[in-house]
């Protein structure tokens, strides 16, 4: 069973300025709570007790405010970035942290109640994707859902990638070090016939600007 996943926590989070200009982005707080501490006890509480967090900017807050992660019984473990170096970039930095074959990745800027228990036992395949409804800030999507499970590039209707996946390392151990975004690694898994995944109908929202943050803190409030 799956038991370790990385969380991105590297973005400069520029469409989040002011707030970001002192605090990175994962540790801006909603209901009280930084969004990244949201997610280690949801990840905790499904199983995954060894976590992954990249940084860059502002760093340094994100390993004093978080830890070694046990106070949620969790082992955490960092990887620095001194440019960020972009999605999967990051992660083929990470690699030797993460140590598994396969591995959960979740975005750092989001709250959702999606049960990540449903991703300790996933198909095989390269890469496995959650996807959701198209929100209104993002209504053309990016993904089709097959209804045999796969995920391609065209197809109707498309659904929005909700940052949650599930990889195997074979897909970022080839990547040149250095910046690498994510879309071309997932684009070329899905022209292999290797990507896979699953629509979520529940809570999932893309904290990516200060009216979303303040939207969320008075949801969960």
């Known amino acids: 069973m799956m038991d370790t996943a990385m969380i991105l926590a590297a973005g400069l989070g520029t469409r989040m300025r002011p707030l970001t200009e002192s605090t990175p ?51 955490i473990h960092y990887s620095a970035e001194g440019e960020p170096l972009e999605t999967a970039g990051g992660i083929k930095q990470a690699l030797p942290l993460i140590d598994r074959e396969r591995f959960a990745v979740v975005n750092g ?16 395949c390269e890469a496995f994707l959650v996807l959701a409804d198209n929100p209104e800030h993002h209504p053309q999507g990016d993904f089709a859902l097959r209804e045999d499970g796969r995920v391609d590039v065209n197809g109707q209707p498309l659904y929005t990638f909700t940052g949650i996946g599930v990889y195997q390392r074979s897909l970022f151990e080839p990547l040149p070090s250095g910046p690498w975004p994510l879309a071309p690694v997932l684009r070329g898994a899905m022209q292999r016939r290797q990507a896979r995944g699953m629509r979520y109908s529940g809570h999932w929202h893309d904290i990516g600007t200060p009216d979303r943050l303040a939207w969320l803190d008075d949801w969960l409030g």
């Open 25 to 75: 982005k994962p540790l801006l707080k909603a209901g009280g709570k930084a969004l990244i501490e949201y997610l280690i006890e949801a990840l905790a509480a499904a199983g995954f007790s060894r976590l992954v967090i990249n940084h860059a900017w502002l760093g340094a807050q994100i390993e004093s405010t978080l830890g070694s992660g046990t106070r949620w019984g969790v082992q």
């Open 109 to 124: 800027d989001i709250w959702t109640d999606f049960p990540f228990t449903q991703l300790r036992d996933v198909p095989d």
